[in-house]
């Protein structure tokens, strides 16, 4: 007996995505063949670990670890080594990974429109661009505070070593990443009334929790922001200026 199969929404988290890959897995054989660089005529899952990296999958008789993100930059976040990963298998890719393929499952399942119903995902957290923030800050900011927080941002895209990066959020939120330092915890989001920003210490996705920038810079940057135990924190500011100008000397600290 034929029937239909498949998702009401789009993934929404790392589960999700596992569950669609079983499900894709047919699909898949092409695009996997194209990054791996081989036929790709069989498939198979050797054993789903539960731990860093997920998965094992059997390629035409090669074997290749597997990590199952949401968003390809999810890996970036999560501090995972690169070393020891092969492939990442996503909703959507984000986010280039350097030597780890990235296996994009949303370009799959466009090819198998029944898969999933609704092109959306059920609960309203969107992928950002920095135009997209751009424009709700425009929209919904004062002038003054607009302009001030743009020119803030074409100052950061004059460091070299600063690239603004897409993310997610259910309004608009950009992402700092520092590309010396590797750091990529620091962001600013757009409210309806204003700007706000957080930084992130420690990958708390390992145990026990590692630090993603080193122990001094963390504790001067404490030092600067007047939060001493958190291992993540929004930036405490009483307006635009003053934030902005907090961000100032948490990048210099970052950048030193």
Not at 35 to 52: D, P
Not at 53 to 60: G, W
Not at 104 to 111: G, H, T
Not at 224 to 245: D, M, P, Q, R
């Amino acid at each position: 007996m034929e029937g239909r199969c498949g998702f009401i929404w789009e993934p929404s988290n790392e589960a999700e995505v596992c569950i669609l890959f079983g499900l894709l897995m047919p699909s898949c054989l092409d695009e996997l063949g194209k990054l791996v660089g081989c036929s790709c005529s069989e498939l198979y899952v050797e054993e789903f670990r539960g731990s860093y990296p997920d998965c094992i999958l059997v390629v035409d008789g090669r074997e290749l670890r597997v990590e199952f993100e949401l968003y390809s930059s999810n890996f970036v976040e999560h501090g995972h080594d690169p070393q020891k990963c092969d492939l990442v298998v996503c909703w959507k890719q984000d986010r280039s990974l350097g030597a780890v393929k990235v296996l994009e499952l949303s370009r799959v399942a466009q090819k198998l429109p029944s898969v999933i119903k609704n092109s959306k995902p059920k609960h309203r957290t969107g992928m950002w661009s920095v135009e997209e923030f751009r424009d709700f800050v425009v929209r919904n900011l004062s002038p003054e505070e607009s302009q001030e927080l743009l020119k803030f941002l074409e100052e950061l895209k004059a460091d070299e070593n600063i690239e603004l990066w897409k993310a997610r959020g259910k309004l608009p939120v950009i992402t700092l990443s520092f590309r010396r330092q590797d750091f990529h915890s620091l962001w600013i989001e757009a409210r309806d009334d204003g700007i706000a920003a957080g930084i992130t210490y420690y990958n708390v996705n390992v145990k026990p929790p590692e630090p993603y920038l080193p122990q001094n810079k963390i504790e001067e940057i404490r030092k600067v922001l007047g939060e001493s135990e958190k291992l993540w924190h929004y930036i405490k500011a009483s307006n635009t200026k003053e934030l902005i100008n907090k961000l100032k000397k948490v990048i210099e600290i970052i950048e030193s």
